[in-house]
């Protein structure tokens, strides 16, 4: 059994997972290759305080391979890791949130 905090890796913040935060209430989460929906939906709610998450999505973003400038070839490749879009039904997350003044 995994802690929750091994669970969620770390927020994904970028232009489409801060629309979607925005406008549909979604956030985006690195988590870990064995995670299940359920353990992602536990860390969330209790992480996070007066949050109600309604839906889980997960995918695996697939390994991808990078080119050396220099001469073309295949030199590196980087890791598969797993991506949770949480919807909530209640609350917001402060990590997305912009700069409050």
Known sequence: ???????LRRPIITEKSTRLASKYHQYVFEVALHATRAQVKEA??????????????????????????????VRTRRAAYKKAIVTLSKGTIPIFEGVKG
């Open 1 to 7: 059994m995994t802690s929750i905090y091994e669970v």
């Open 44 to 73: 969330v709610e209790t992480l996070f305080e007066n949050v109600e998450v309604a839906q889980v999505n997960t995918l695996v973003a697939p390994a991808k391979r990078t080119r050396s400038l220099r001469n073309r070839q």
